[in-house]
C-alpha cells in the first residue's frame, strides 16, 4: 500500500511539475520511495507462505515503479561529470545497478 501511496503521489508531482520545477526532485524522491517499498514487498513475498499470484504481483509492481523512476531520469552522474541518458533500457539498468551497490554497501 505504501509503494501505490508513494507513486501516485508521484503521478500527481508529474502533472504539476510542468509549472512548477521543484516539484521534479519531489516527483524523483516519491519514486525512488515506492520503488524501495516495492522492493521491500517482494523480500516479503519471498516466505513460502505466500501464493504465486502474489509474487508475480509484486515483482509487476517493481517493474512498474524502476520504470516509472528511469522515465523521469534523463541524466547520470559519472566519474564527476553530468552524462545525458536517452535509452529507457539504460535508464533501468543504471537504476538497478544503483540498487545493487546499496544493498553491497549495507
Known amino acids: 500500500m505504501e509503494a501505490e501511496r508513494a507513486w501516485s503521489y508521484a503521478m500527481q508531482l508529474k502533472q504539476e511539475a510542468n509549472t512548477e520545477p521543484r516539484k521534479k526532485f519531489h516527483l524523483l ?35 512498474q515503479a524502476r520504470t516509472k523512476q528511469a522515465a523521469t531520469m534523463s541524466e547520470v552522474e559519472w566519474r564527476g561529470r553530468t552524462v545525458p541518458v536517452k535509452s529507457d533500457k539504460a535508464r533501468i539498468f543504471l537504476l538497478g545497478l544503483a540498487d545493487n551497490e ?3 554497501a549495507q
Open 29 to 63: 524522491a516519491r519514486l525512488r520511495k515506492a520503488a524501495k517499498h516495492s522492493e521491500k514487498l517482494e523480500k516479503l513475498c519471498e516466505s513460502p507462505r505466500v501464493d504465486a499470484k502474489t509474487k508475480l504481483e509484486a515483482q509487476a509492481l517493481i517493474t
Open 102 to 104: 546499496a544493498a553491497i
